[in-house]
């Protein structure tokens, strides 16, 4: 039956399957209106005016086989939806009584900071060093061990299930745990021309991290001037491929060193990982205040270890505090993104070098980062993207 989640259109869709009893007496030209106007009226956090309002083209296909009545929706969309559209879909199904597939094919392009360069200094780095990344994401936390490096490497890989091409910037020079969360301690990288360094691959993901070219302890004792030279190289130097998503594991913090790598990279927004508890959301709010004093947008929190649920009676206890980063959120006026259960599988995953989200990317535990990687790449275009819907466009008028 009709979710209510769905709400408009699925009144209508049950509207008009009632009035022609069933999808027999519905012709291909009112099936593909009736799609039209689902897509138009589903409304949520990251379609606030509809699917069709943002996408940039729509083709309806069906079969006419007698026993193979499908109907495929190809959708090309400037953020990843492919999880939520997959929703819409079913209820499709379940509707037009047919298969109902939604394909979706990405045309993310670089959001307006980059493209307008509110900043020349950014700009030009833009369209120059990293021509190939179309938007820079930074990973950031004010508190150290709240999980923002466990939590960019599974954000990186619910991205890539929803479609996008992505890389990991490891930044974190002092305690550099990508390799090992990708699965690539002891690693090097290689160079084809001696000037620029082949980024490694983790199953598709392609990163560069300090802790690939020298010795963590070595990394640890570099000061803040040669910290930031050694983190501009590795962007720099790096032979990146196409990327749609370049994730930047920012050093825990919101010292200098921190102020310094988002001022000299082209960062196209920001996002904060955050436990609920009070320590955490205390350095998190200054991690939004460094944002904002560089001028880049913060997309909003994403809430690691939220809850516990035992294992044995299934009982959720909320060890670091309750609902912490939603009331924090609501306070600055930014976005809860997710909230992320605490879960041994998470953390073995992340020791061992491997990720339940890249190896069952349509379970439980890819479900909670594949809605915030939705959700980043949603308001990203949204906030950010003159395309965006959102966008205020100023009229003037002939005197
Ligand atoms: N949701 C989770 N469930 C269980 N364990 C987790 C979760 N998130 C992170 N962890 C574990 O918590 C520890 C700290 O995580 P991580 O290294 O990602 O934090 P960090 O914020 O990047 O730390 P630092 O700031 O020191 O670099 C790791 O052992 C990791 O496996």
């Known amino acids: ?63 006419q086989k007698p026993k193979h009545k499908n109907i495929i ?57 990293q021509g190939n990344i179309a938007n820079i994401i930074a990973i950031a936390s004010g508190k150290g061990g709240v999980g923002k490096s466990t939590t960019t490497v599974n954000i990186a890989y619910a991205l890539m299930a929803e479609g996008a091409k992505v890389g990991i910037l490891d930044a974190d020079i002092y ?28 199953n598709g993901i392609s990163a560069m991290s300090i802790g690939f070219l020298v010795d963590e302890a070595d990394a640890t004792v570099w000061r803040g001037p040669m910290a930031s030279t050694a983190f501009n190289q590795l962007l720099n130097e790096t032979d990146w491929p196409e990327l749609d998503y370049l994730l930047i594991d920012m050093p825990p913090g919101t010292g200098d060193i921190q102020l310094t790598l988002a001022q000299k990279v082209p960062v196209a927004a920001a996002v904060i990982v ?5 320590i955490a959301l205390i350095d998190a709010v200054k991690g939004i205040a460094m944002f904002d004093k560089v001028k880049v947008p913060v997309l909003g929190i994403i809430e690691n270890m939220s ?33 992320i259960p605490l879960d041994i599988a998470i953390r073995q ?38 395309a965006s819907p959102l966008t205020a466009t100023v009229t003037t008028k002939a005197i």
């Open 73 to 129: 929706i190809d959708l090309l969309m400037p953020f990843v939806c492919q999880g939520e559209l997959d929703l819409i879909a079913q209820s499709l199904s379940d509707n037009l009584a047919r298969t109902v597939t939604v394909k979706v094919e990405l045309a993310i392009k670089p959001v307006r900071q980059f493209c307008l360069g509110s900043d020349k200094n950014k700009a030009e780095q833009g369209s120059t060093s």
């Open 1 to 63: 039956m009709f979710s209510k989640k769905f709400g408009k259109f699925f009144s209508k869709l049950t509207a008009k399957t009632d009035v022609k009893s069933n999808d027999e007496t519905l012709n291909a030209i009112e099936i593909e209106q009736l799609i039209k106007e689902s897509l138009t009226h589903y409304i949520s956090d990251n379609f606030p005016q509809g699917v069709l309002a943002v996408c940039l083209q729509f083709s309806v296909t069906q079969s």
């Open 274 to 278: 955050t436990t609920p508890q009070d």
């Open 175 to 202: 305690g550099p745990s990508i390799p090992t969360m990708l699965g690539l301690k002891n690693e090097k990288p290689s160079s084809s021309d001696g000037k620029l360094m082949m980024p490694l691959n983790a």
């Open 307 to 339: 809850y516990h649920i035992c294992e044995h009676c299934g009982h959720q206890s909320y060890i670091f505090g309750e609902a912490g980063a939603e009331q924090m959120a609501k306070d600055q006026q930014s976005k809860l993104l997710g909230q």
């Open 349 to 386: 995953d992340a020791d061992f070098g491997e990720s339940d989200v890249f190896e069952h990317s349509t379970g439980e535990i890819a479900s909670y980062y594949r809605k915030i990687a939705r959700n980043i790449s949603a308001q990203l275009f949204l906030q950010c993207d003159n």
